[in-house]
């Protein structure tokens, strides 16, 4: 009968199904923590700051994004003519699932995954199983789970930036400013 045949064709598989994208997506807080101290002492003034900001990510097996940073600046008015001002900051990042982006594997492989396969079941030691399905093999096969969790990062950035400067006003239509960067 093809009713019937036509019927078993477009029924859903008989065993369970797993939503791939769903079991990946594991949304994790945003934290921002910030520290500032300013301050004037007679013809000196400060600032500085420290930050640590974590974006937990929304996949499983990445971290997300973080970032610790610092920030200091002093000035100082010498005389009434010459005035001086450092400033500096430094920062430390990382952000997982970059090497994901614009070549990387795991997003592709994602929408590679059949939906009979769990791509979180681990075998009896608590290891990912690296082959989503066995009956297939192949690059396109691999579990994307294991490529977010397991792959090699590059992605840790630092970052300086530091500047001074000098100025000298004699008058109050003439100054000069002697400045440098890095």
Do not use: C
Not at 67 to 82: E, F, I, K, P
Not at 149 to 178: K, N, V
């Amino acid at each position: 009968d093809f009713g019937a045949v036509a019927a078993l064709l477009v029924s859903a598989w008989p065993g369970a199904t797993h939503n791939a994208v769903e079991q990946l997506v594991d949304p994790r807080p945003t934290t921002n923590n910030q520290l500032d101290v300013s301050g004037r002492y007679g013809r000196s003034n400060f600032f500085g700051s420290v930050n640590h900001t974590q974006q937990g990510g929304a996949i499983m097996g990445l971290e997300g994004y973080e970032r610790v940073s610092g920030r200091v600046n002093v000035g100082a008015d010498l005389t009434d003519q010459w005035k001086i001002s450092a400033n500096s900051y430094f920062s430390r990042s990382e952000q997982d699932g970059l090497q994901q982006e614009e070549g990387g594997t795991g997003f592709f492989r994602l929408t590679r995954t059949p939906a009979i396969v769990d791509i979180t079941k681990r075998d009896q030691f608590g290891r990912l199983y690296i082959r989503t399905n066995l009956g297939s093999g192949g690059t396109q096969n691999e579990n994307p789970l294991y490529s977010f969790s397991e792959e090699a990062r590059a992605d840790i950035r630092y970052r300086f930036l530091g500047g001074a400067t000098l100025q000298y006003r004699p008058l109050d239509w003439f100054d000069a400013d002697a400045n440098f960067s890095i």
